[in-house]
Antibody, heavy 120, light 110 residues
Framework: HLQLQESGPRLVKPSETLSLTCSVS??????????WGWIRQPPGKGLEWIGS???????YYNPSLKSRVTTSVDTSRNQFSLKLSSVTAADTAMYYC????????????WGQGTLVTVSS | QSVLTQPPSASGTPGQRVTISCSGS????????VYWYQQLPRTAPKLLIF???LRPSGVPDRFSGSKSGTSASLAISGLRSEDEADYYC???????????FGGGTKLTVL
């Protein structure tokens, strides 16, 4: 049974970089046909896709965030990571990692999410 | 502002059938499959419907999806109290070159 778990600082200062890691268990991050994605949800608001990365490192991002987003994958640790630079209060949100099927184009497994607050 | 448009709220009584709409464009719903996610209070979203009208294993057949043109709908029949949740539609968008979501619909079971 595939499980994903987000980890990282819960409080980030304005203008700094938000960094999160997603640990995958119960399956390999190197599986064909699956990307690994990040989605966020500001308090009381809807879902926003941030970006997705393949185990080989190929990635694509939401154009509205692309200039500030970097993702990476560590197949030896079965983990993938997100960095979002120059954060503001508008980046305060629950951040989810999820598996994305390149065949079905859906997020079929999700982490429980981690709330990141941007505040001085 | 979300790329896909959903009503902010919907409601029904136990046993009723409710529908939630999702409106997109030719570059999203008009050209690609639609997906629905259920988010129970204080939990992560869960895939409910994929490829317009298919249910993952374990999802009751009370939930059904449909698509026509640039719009889609989620129907829930035999409404139950445990269906009270936020529901999000999603689709690939050819302009964004990525997945986009609706703003979500909060379903209340009266």
């Amino acid at each position: 049974h595939l499980q994903l778990q987000e980890s990282g600082p819960r409080l980030v200062k304005p203008s700094e970089t938000l960094s999160l890691t997603c640990s995958v268990s119960g399956g390999s991050i190197s599986s064909n046909s699956y990307y690994w994605g990040w989605i966020r949800q500001p308090p009381g608001k809807g879902l926003e896709w941030i970006g997705s990365i393949y185990y080989t490192g190929g990635a694509y991002y939401n154009p509205s965030l692309k200039s500030r987003v970097t993702t990476s994958v560590d197949t030896s640790r079965n983990q993938f990571s997100l960095k979002l630079s120059s954060v503001t209060a508008a980046d305060t949100a629950m951040y989810y990692c999820a598996r994305y099927s390149d065949y079905d184009h859906d997020f079929d497994y999700w982490g429980q999410g981690t709330l990141v607050t941007v505040s001085s | 502002q979300s790329v896909l448009t959903q009503p902010p709220s919907a409601s029904g009584t136990p046993g009723q059938r409710v529908t939630i709409s999702c409106s997109g464009s030719t570059s999203s719903i008009g050209s690609n499959y639609v997906y629905w996610y259920q988010q129970l209070p204080r939990t992560a979203p869960k895939l409910l419907i994929f490829r317009n009208n298919l249910r993952p294993s374990g999802v009751p057949d009370r939930f059904s999806g449909s698509k026509s043109g640039t719009s889609a709908s989620l129907a829930i029949s035999g409404l139950r109290s445990e269906d009270e949740a936020d529901y999000y539609c999603a689709a690939w968008d050819d302009t964004v070159s990525g997945p986009v979501f609706g703003g979500g619909t909060k379903l209340t079971v009266l």
